[in-house]
């Protein structure tokens, strides 16, 4: 069981920066693959970004390639999502989810078990 608290959401403009983080209350974090999602209003949440247990292996989706990355710091219990020139598209709520699967990277939200609460990340242009 772990429990995940985004943070770091916030108004910006188009090509400005944001650092969400995702602190994990639990003391088995390096357990869990950790993923980023995201839900725009009207829009089914997802994928952005996934981590294996140990930082080894990351995965992104198209849209966010080249401009968004992932890392974590297990002695820390958190993980990040740094995102650069964001974009409008960009805009949602973004949400931290860890995994009980490790040997695979994950990327369907149903296989994640344990959710934060969100974080509103906003674009204007």
């Known amino acids: 069981q772990v429990q995940l608290v985004e943070s770091g959401g916030g108004l910006v403009q188009a090509g400005d920066s944001l650092r969400l983080s995702c602190a994990a209350s639990g003391r088995t974090f390096s357990s869990y693959g950790m993923g980023w999602f995201r839900q725009a209003p009207g829009k089914e949440r997802e994928f952005v970004a996934a981590?294996?247990?140990?930082?080894?292996?990351?995965y992104y989706a198209d849209s966010v390639k080249g401009r968004f990355t992932i890392s974590r710091d297990n002695a820390k219990n958190t993980v990040y999502l740094q995102m650069n020139s964001l974009k409008p598209e960009d805009t949602a709520v973004y949400y931290c989810?860890?995994?009980?699967?490790?040997?695979?990277?994950?990327?369907?939200?149903?296989?994640?078990?344990?959710w934060g609460q969100g974080t509103q990340v906003t674009v204007s242009s």
């Open positions: 989810a860890a995994t009980e699967t490790t040997r695979v990277i994950v990327i369907t939200a149903p296989k994640y078990g344990y």
């Open positions: 981590i294996s247990f140990n930082g080894g292996t990351t």
